[in-house]
């Protein structure tokens, strides 16, 4: 089995040229495609129609060479799209691909493997509860022993939350404050999923309670959006494998606040990359393919006893000041602008910090 990954680089939300490019020249199989995750440049919010622009395109475009709808698409592939390029971001779009068989043997040194799933259809009333965190638990285990991993080798788990539409049902639950119907609960339950799923977190210590509230409990490795009107979650896991083949790997670590460079550093370190004078030579940096990151800023109101005013700028959305800072120290440690930086991290990384993950090619 082998994982191959593909970076466009794109000139407004709608541009599938170069992955239809690829397609046509045989570099890319659209059969294999399992995932496809990027960065649009719109302003993150939930009114941000550069997403579905981005995923209407591919849908329209992989429908032909799959031989659907472009409405299955979706049921196929996992699109994924991150609003907000702020700074130095590049828009871009990573296409995973998988090929092969997994293999009976185990190879001496591990390689990146990838596979997605969908959760069960949520109910409205199921969302930011414990029926969300154990279904998503349930999938994120159904892929390690799809993959034939173990936790430790999971470095990434990228997860496209539900948040279903209410019902004529569930109005009258509404009122009574029964109901979590915010993406930001969608995302909080998921990432608990991932940190039980993973033994980051007791499941003695997780209730419905906890979700959103507690922030002693967290994932170092999921990666969380949510969308509205979506019924099942879309989970798709990154980990390195000795049944798979291939030049790629990935490694990752967590940021304990938005200028934590020295956590990119150690990343990269897994890699056998080292920066020098904090930035990688040109050489190096060519070998890193994809850099995902969340952050946050931080609700307390300070980063390292020193009050900032992300929350209290009217001019300026909090989540486009963290996105840009978090983005523009991985460009310049990487010497790469194609980073993906999403925001809103409950329970993914401590408060004010996030996850950080990156896939290069092999040292070895």
Not at 145 to 158: K, P, R, Y
Not at 265 to 293: I, M, R, S, Y
Request: aromatic share 4%.
């Amino acid at each position: 089995m082998r994982t191959a990954l593909h970076r466009f680089f794109t000139t407004d939300p709608a541009d599938v040229s170069g992955l239809a490019r690829a397609i046509a020249e045989g570099a890319v199989n659209p059969t294999g495609i399992v995932a496809i995750i990027g960065k649009t440049e719109g302003n993150g919010g939930i009114n941000d129609f550069t997403r579905t622009l981005a995923m209407m395109a591919l849908s329209q475009m992989l429908a032909a060479h799959l031989g659907c709808r472009p409405e299955v698409v979706e049921e196929r592939i996992v699109l994924s799209f991150s609003g907000g390029s702020e700074g130095v971001t590049a828009p871009h779009i990573l296409v995973f691909t998988v090929s092969g068989q997994v293999a009976e043997r185990r190879y001496p040194v591990k390689r990146l493997a990838i596979a997605a799933a969908h959760t069960r259809p949520f109910h409205a009333q199921d969302v930011g509860r414990m029926a969300m965190v154990r279904e998503t638990t349930r999938v994120v285990t159904q892929l390690m022993h799809t993959l034939q991993v173990e936790s430790e080798d999971v470095h990434l788990v990228q997860i496209k939350g539900a948040l279903p539409a209410l019902g004529s049902a569930t109005v009258g639950a509404a009122s009574a404050g029964d109901l979590r119907c915010d993406m930001a609960w969608s995302r909080g339950a998921s990432a608990l999923g991932v940190a039980l799923a993973l033994g980051e977190v007791a499941e003695s210590r997780l209730s419905d309670d906890a979700v959103n509230r507690d922030w002693s409990l967290y994932s170092s490795r999921a990666s969380v959006s949510a969308k509205p009107l979506l019924r099942r979650s879309e989970v798709v896991l990154f980990a390195n494998s000795c049944r798979w083949e291939g030049d790629l790997v990935i490694a990752h670590g967590v940021m304990q606040d938005i200028i934590d460079v020295p956590a990119i550093h150690a990343v990269l370190n897994q890699l056998g990359l080292q920066p020098v004078d904090g930035q990688l030579a040109t050489a190096d940096a060519e070998k890193v393919l994809a850099v995902f990151a969340k952050s946050d800023a931080d609700p307390r109101g300070s980063i390292r006893h020193r009050r900032h005013t992300m929350w209290t700028d009217a001019d300026i959305s909090d989540m486009r000041y963290s996105r840009c800072v978090v983005s523009a120290l991985l460009a310049g440690v990487i010497g790469e602008t194609g980073v993906y930086v999403s925001t809103r991290a409950e329970h993914q990384g401590p408060q004010g910090g996030g996850p950080v993950a990156v896939i290069g090619y092999a040292s070895s």
